[in-house]
């Protein structure tokens, strides 16, 4: 039987490869996160992660059309506050269906908690980009910045951040990739990879170095 850990490792790379290989192709509508008085773009979905595990990608409170600007369907809200992510709204980011929200009190009943779901289904993670947009491109979060803070977060707690510049978080990315190799879950990886019909193991190091922030929930350390 499969452990939850392995689950949520399928989902990100099943997400990853269709995320890389097809639907991706247009610059993405990104969540947003709240901290302090700052509000940050995010390069990072934490709700599709609680989404693939109770298989159900339904927003009954949108309306209208899909948009290749936003595949997900949704653009989240999210907030840290007391060393905890908290998740504050879903909204449609489909212009045609205005301000519309949906409702997180039926589809979060259980985490649902002074207005606000408590996002303790996600261990990860995310990346908030922002200061100086350095280079445009049309695909996915491929874009990229002068600023960069990265957040880990384990079951909805906030653990650490680190800052970097452009150049730093190439740096970091690297070295992630790096200590990954040493790692059990990187020779899962590839196998699950090459049982996909990714044989090619210079283009599935390639892939896995790209995404590396996406598929290792923590910092890595000598």
């Known amino acids: 039987m499969n452990t939850m850990k392995d689950i949520r490792f399928s989902i990100i790379i099943i997400f990853?490869?269709?995320l890389n290989l097809k639907t991706f192709a247009t610059a993405q509508i990104p969540d947003l996160m709240v901290i302090d008085k700052d509000t940050f773009f995010m390069h990072t979905n934490p709700l599709?992660?609680?989404?693939d595990s109770i298989g159900n990608r339904d927003f009954p409170d949108f309306v209208g059309g899909g948009s290749t600007a936003c595949w997900r369907g949704y653009q989240a809200v999210w907030r840290v506050e007391n060393d905890s992510?908290?998740?504050?709204?879903?909204?449609?980011?489909?212009?045609?269906?205005?301000?519309?929200?949906a409702n997180?009190?039926?589809?979060?009943?259980?985490?649902?908690?002074?207005?606000r779901v408590y996002a303790d289904w996600y261990t990860g993670l995310i990346v908030l980009p922002h200061g100086r947009l350095k280079q445009y491109v049309h695909m996915g979060?491929?874009?990229?910045?002068?600023?960069?803070?990265?957040?880990?977060?384990?079951?909805?707690?906030?653990?650490?951040?680190?800052?970097?510049?452009?150049?730093?978080?190439?740096s970091f990315k690297t070295?992630?990739?790096?200590?990954?190799?040493?790692?059990p879950e990187y020779k899962k990886t590839v196998e699950n990879l090459k049982k996909?019909?990714?044989?090619?193991?210079?283009?599935?190091?390639?892939?896995?170095?790209?995404?590396?922030?996406?598929?290792?929930?923590?910092?890595l350390n000598e």
Do not use: P
Request: with cysteine; proline share 0%.
């Open 175 to 183: 070295k992630q990739f790096e200590l990954f190799k040493r790692t």
């Open 104 to 115: 997180l009190h039926k589809m979060f009943r259980d985490k649902f908690i002074n207005g």
């Open 196 to 219: 996909e019909g990714y044989e090619d193991q210079k283009f599935i190091d390639s892939f896995l170095r790209s995404y590396v922030i996406n598929y290792t929930s923590m910092i």
């Open 16 to 18: 990853l490869l269709i």
């Open 48 to 51: 599709e992660i609680y989404l």
């Open 85 to 101: 992510l908290f998740l504050e709204k879903i909204q449609s980011c489909h212009r045609d269906e205005g301000d519309i929200d």
């Open 141 to 170: 979060y491929a874009s990229t910045y002068s600023k960069y803070l990265l957040l880990e977060i384990s079951r909805g707690q906030f653990k650490q951040e680190l800052k970097f510049n452009n150049r730093q978080y190439e």
